[in-house]
């Protein structure tokens, strides 16, 4: 992939796991009432920080993973596999579980707090506490985490740096979204929208899963 595709589908996959439901959702919602609009991006810092040490340390192994097109192969099949049951798993979802934006479904008028700079500290450490707890974090980064880094490094170091900042750029979009909303005490987004692009961004993720998958086997035959 080219370093254009690398950050638009970076982006487009990040985006489409930062709208589901979990726990650093649970966490903005909480401190963007607290705090405001600012909660949001400053709980993604903490996320992002977490994620540049990670990268980091996948990128110190990645050498190695790409001395052998056996691992590669492997790491490209079984992060399609992963791709194809997080798309599938986010399409089936919205007609099963019906996620809702928000906890309650609705949004309230909130009237948020002047806090220090100490009080900031805390979204800022939720972001990387919240992240480590949600186990899809880590078997994300594990499949398809390391599946873009391995592919990227390839052909250019610089491909990473461009993975890295269309992925953080999507969780800051949204949550920065998530927090601007709950902030201001109204819909900016209905319901009907959020589960529209969802399902557009789960059809995404299940092509290209298969994209990645028919790359690993088509090496092989």
């Not at 919240?130 to 990227?152: C, D, E, F, K, R």
């Amino acid at each position: 992939m080219d370093l254009a595709a690398v950050f638009t589908t970076s982006f487009l996959v990040a985006f489409s796991g930062a709208m589901m439901p979990g726990p650093l959702l649970v966490v903005t919602v909480k401190e963007s009432m607290k705090k405001g609009f600012w909660a949001g991006p400053v709980i993604i810092a903490g996320h992002a920080l977490l994620e540049l040490v990670l990268v980091a340390m996948l990128m110190l192994g990645a050498a190695t993973l790409l001395s052998g097109e056996a691992v590669n192969r492997a790491i490209g099949f079984v992060g399609g596999v992963f791709l194809l049951f997080l798309g599938g798993n986010m399409v089936r979802d919205i007609y099963i579980k019906k996620h809702t934006l928000f906890l309650d479904g609705s949004l309230r008028n909130n009237v948020t707090e002047r806090v220090s700079l100490k009080e900031w500290l805390k979204p800022a450490g939720a972001g990387i506490v919240y992240s480590l707890a949600n186990p899809y974090w880590s078997i994300w980064w594990a499949t398809v985490g390391l599946l873009y880094i391995t592919q990227t490094i390839q052909s250019t170091y610089w491909g990473v740096p461009y993975f890295f900042t269309g992925h953080i750029l999507a969780d800051l979009v949204w949550y920065s979204l998530v927090s601007a909303m709950v902030a201001g005490g109204r819909n900016f987004i209905s319901q009907k929208l959020y589960n529209g692009i969802l399902f557009l961004c789960g059809i995404f993720i299940v092509l290209l899963g298969a994209y990645f998958i028919r790359g690993a086997i088509g090496n092989i035959i």
